[in-house]
């Protein structure tokens, strides 16, 4: 019995000793126990391609943290960018008055209807809004982006503000020297 119950000892304490390990946080990855050494991405705006395109690399075309700084990856989902070669990624920020007006605008449309339109595998376009309060998350999702088939004036309407609103941030991007 007192060798089972060694034997058990040893066992259990092997176990927590490899779940320590195992649940290290990787050098290259801030820890989520300590301070994080770069802001998270406040905001994101994302563009999935046609269902015919084969990218399968996909990322976001703007990431914008709290304080405005800001990376456009502006080949994301270029169809001519080789899959194997990395995308340009430009650093930046998004001016105060307009990161502010986004997150307005943001919240807003997080409580409109954007419809589903009639027509299928024509791509989508996300704009996700992520602060530190997590219950505050907006998703934001249009699909097929350029079809209003199917779509009543209220939806034509508020798919034309999230438009907006992309390209908008898009537009703002101020690259750093």
Known sequence: MRGTKAALLV???ALMIGAGTATADPADRPSVHGPVSAPLALLTLTKIPNGWQTRVDLRPQLEVSGDGRA???????????????????????????????????????????????????QGSQIIDLMPQA?????????????STEGLAPEQQAARKRFTDLYRKLLDAFVQDA
Request: charged share 25%.
């Open 11 to 13: 066992a259990m304490s």
């Open 71 to 121: 990376v456009k990856v502006p080949d994301a989902v270029a169809a001519e960018r080789d899959p194997d070669s990395l995308p340009q990624k430009l650093n930046g920020r998004i001016p105060p008055e307009v990161l502010a007006a986004a997150l307005t605008e943001t919240r807003a449309l997080a409580t409109v209807d954007f419809g589903m339109p009639t027509i299928t595998d």
């Open 134 to 146: 997590p219950e505050e998350d907006a998703h934001l999702i249009v699909y097929a982006p350029e």
